[in-house]
């Protein structure tokens, strides 16, 4: 059964730079790898996409490695406002077919 | 900016009802999904449209129908509702069915009492 694994959760100060990983060893081929940003009573909000190598936008970067079978967010200079669930997206390839599997979500608590 | 609405925030429903839960995208998006998020469980899919009247089982149909009669319109079904789908139960839609640029509503927390 396909897998994808990320931390349950991390802390972190005012200010710092955080890396969320998620594994997932079974990729499909051509899809791409999303994150995702949850607050309570929230639905999931579209952080960024990307298939390889690094992206960034204005609010974070992602990392993958040639094999893409983990993926790493970046989010500089957090701040309080960045407490939140941050989930990754990607589509695998598993005994069932194509599947798009979330992982668990990483709990993310800055601290002041 | 795309939106996604759903019907209602919160609803309490007794065991053995029918219950409708419904969902708009204002986009012209395609594909429709619903998930249901529980604690410790993170999201899970029940079910997903990638057309009208299109609908293919996510990983935990058992108990829940659909219905896509209008592209802009996915509406989830419990055709008897049990006290274990109290669950907060959320929308997505999307332009393609990679998992790129899925919107989410803000979600319905179902109550079966």
């Known amino acids: 059964l396909a897998k994808t694994t990320q931390p349950i959760s991390m802390d972190s100060y005012e200010g710092q730079e955080v890396n969320i990983t998620c594994s997932h060893n079974n990729i499909a081929t051509n899809d791409y790898i999303t994150w995702y940003q949850q607050f309570p009573s929230q639905g999931p909000r579209f952080i960024i996409q990307?298939?390889?190598t690094k992206v960034t936008n204005e609010v974070a970067s992602l990392f993958i490695p040639a094999d893409r079978k983990s993926s790493t967010l970046s989010l500089p200079r957090v701040s309080l406002s960045d407490t939140a669930v941050y989930y990754c997206l990607v589509g695998v390839d598993d005994n069932y077919g194509q599947n798009f599997v979330f992982g668990p979500g990483t709990r993310l608590s800055v601290l002041p | 900016d795309v939106k996604v609405t759903q019907s209602s925030r919160y609803l309490v429903k007794r065991t053995g009802e029918k219950v409708f839960l419904e969902c708009v995208q204002d986009m012209d998006h395609e594909n429709m999904f619903w998930y249901r998020q529980d604690p410790g469980l993170g999201l899970r899919l029940i079910y997903f449209s990638y057309d009208v009247k299109m609908k293919e089982k996510g990983d935990i149909p058992e108990g829940y129908s659909v219905s896509r009669e209008k592209k802009e319109r996915f509406s989830l079904i419990l055709e008897s509702a049990s006290t274990n789908q109290t669950s907060m139960y959320l929308c997505?839609?999307?332009?393609?069915?990679?998992?790129?640029?899925?919107?989410f509503g803000s979600g319905t927390r179902l109550t079966v009492v």
């Open positions: 990307g298939y390889k």
């Open positions: 997505a839609s999307s332009p393609l069915s990679t998992g790129y640029g899925y919107t």
